[in-house]
């Protein structure tokens, strides 16, 4: 597995081997053992997610703000603009976000640390998405940051208005969320 630190460096791109031929490919996209080694990390992953979306849906950006979730995100279909905004205050990085596109084809994957807001816009024709997550889903925490917050400066690849569900319109700004230490 391959790792590399995004501009903010708790944020990792991770590129597993990959065994391909005629036959199609094999690739381990889970082994703590491999990822302790690779990033240095000890976690542990209690609940897997799964989402499908076709294009244009924006999704987050979310958080909880008790039982923070860290999460190893993937697209196992199509393809998105992957972001994470970093909450914690204490950080030399607080509100500021980092973007990277995840798809199939490429397999990579990455690590967004509690602490961080997380979201996701379709760029295919349909994606599925998979996030394997440190903490259990607790909706009586669950925030929205506003995904369109001028301060966050978060280029969109949008080429119309995203299709949004009701929570991720109302999101609130980085200035009046409940951010973490």
């Known amino acids: 597995m ?4 995004t501009q903010i460096p708790d944020v990792l ?23 302790r ?11 897997d997610n799964d989402s499908s979306s ?3 849906v924006l999704r987050g950006l979310h958080y909880q ?17 992957d972001v994470a905004v970093d909450l914690r205050r ?3 990085t607080f509100g500021r976000s980092v973007t990277f596109n995840l798809d199939s084809e490429s397999r990579r994957m990455a690590w967004i640390p509690p602490g961080f807001a997380h979201g996701f816009l379709v760029l295919s024709e349909h994606a599925e998405f998979l996030y394997k997550t440190t903490d259990y889903y607790a909706p009586q925490y669950e925030r929205t940051l506003q995904w369109n917050d ?6 969109w690849p949008l080429e119309d208005e995203p299709m949004l569900a009701d929570r991720d319109r109302r999101g ?6 409940e951010v973490f230490p």
């Open 37 to 47: 080694e690779a990033t240095g990390l000890d976690v542990e992953f209690v609940q």
């Open 172 to 177: 609130t700004s980085l200035k009046l969320a």
């Open 54 to 56: 076709k294009r244009g």
């Open 150 to 155: 001028p301060e966050l400066c978060i280029r």
């Open 2 to 5: 391959r790792v590399t630190r």
């Open 65 to 81: 703000i008790r039982h923070p979730q860290g999460k190893l995100v993937r697209a196992i279909a199509g393809e998105v603009f």
């Open 90 to 92: 204490s950080s030399a």
């Open 13 to 35: 791109i991770l590129e597993p081997k990959v065994f391909g031929d005629a036959r199609g490919f094999f690739l381990e996209s889970y082994n703590r053992r491999a990822f």
